[in-house]
């Protein structure tokens, strides 16, 4: 009886940094450094809005589902490269490396929306303040949530399913630290071109339709605050959008430098870093210190908490 010659990939090796040796592990304990310090800091912005009334404002409720993105952003990627770092088999399933590409893709896509939500939302409130109230009702708020979400799952779905329908038979060896499409594209022992294809069109709807919509509403906000005369209400208008520009550049620069990279190269898991462990560290940071609402809302929750402990 002939036996079946079955070379099926099972599982994928994720090379990481194995190349760094004794570096490692201290790789390792810096980057569970970042994650716990990346989940509490975006824990205690959710904390902050849900425990404080007046922060029960649209603006506010993005900035959560921003915290809620980042969190299981990172929890989607960085686990697995900790667990990497010391482990000495560095292998994930076949349907758990799907399973983490479709999840950190589908959330980094609906953050890009997000961004852009946020941007309506403040170039809404500076445009027309005296509509806003009644433009941003309930309704709106909640689609405009969901939005970002359900954006995320059906684009980021697609390329999915394209790429997880490939013919893998080997090598099964991804040099990165998570499933991305162009590694494991380039890993199919099947035509790939449609796949790219598929691929490439969900990137625009992903990435370049949402930062195109992102950066015509803050053109348009500054323009609109260039026009007001009086210096002190210019200043405040700037002062609503600059934690939102930081964040939203930080994000942007950083994708745009890793994507521009070579792929393949030394440096771009080095640079995927960058907008996978230390963006979403800096961004609860960036609102807890360039907010002043965020910045009140500590101070009153820390007077309070003292003034409790002198009973």
């Not at 990137?203 to 002190?232: D, Q, R």
């Not at 963006?279 to 609402?293: E, G, M």
Request: charged residues 15%; neutral net charge; aromatic residues 14%.
């Amino acid at each position: 009886m002939d036996k079946t010659n079955d070379t099926a990939v099972e599982e994928f090796i994720l090379l990481a940094f194995s190349d760094l040796y004794q570096l490692q592990i201290p790789l390792f304990f810096v980057t569970l450094f970042v994650y716990i310090m990346c989940v509490f800091g975006n824990f205690v912005i959710l904390f902050l809005v849900v425990a404080e009334p007046s922060l029960h404002t649209p603006m506010y409720l993005f900035i959560s589902e921003l915290s809620v993105l980042e969190v299981m952003f990172v929890s989607c990627i960085v686990p697995n490269l900790l667990a990497n770092l010391i482990a000495d088999k560095k292998s994930i399933s076949f349907s758990g490396c799907f399973i983490q590409l479709f999840a950190n893709t589908a959330l980094g896509t609906a953050e890009c929306y997000l961004f852009a939500v946020m941007a309506y939302d403040r170039d809404l409130a500076i445009y027309k303040p005296l509509h806003y109230s009644v433009i941003m009702t309930r309704k709106v708020c909640v689609q405009l949530v969901l939005l970002p979400w359900i954006v995320g799952i059906i684009t980021v779905l697609i390329s999915t399913v394209f790429t997880a329908n490939l013919e893998f038979c080997g090598p099964n060896e991804i040099n990165h630290f998570f499933c991305d499409y162009y590694p494991l594209q380039s890993l199919a022992c099947s035509d790939t071109f449609i796949t790219q294809v598929v691929t490439n069109s969900g990137a625009v709807f992903a990435l370049v339709l949402p930062f195109i919509a992102t950066v015509g509403l803050y053109t348009h906000i500054i323009f609109i605050i260039l026009k007001i005369k009086s210096a002190e209400s210019k200043q405040k208008a700037f002062s609503t959008i600059s934690s939102h520009l930081t964040v939203t550049g930080l994000c942007y620069v950083t994708v745009i430098i890793v994507y521009a990279v070579p792929k393949g190269t030394h440096y771009s898991k080095f640079l995927a870093l960058t907008y996978t462990v230390i963006a979403p560290l800096l961004n609860p940071f960036i609102y807890a210190f360039r907010n002043k609402d965020i910045k009140r809302t500590l101070i009153k929750l820390r007077r309070l908490k003292l003034c409790q402990g002198s009973f």
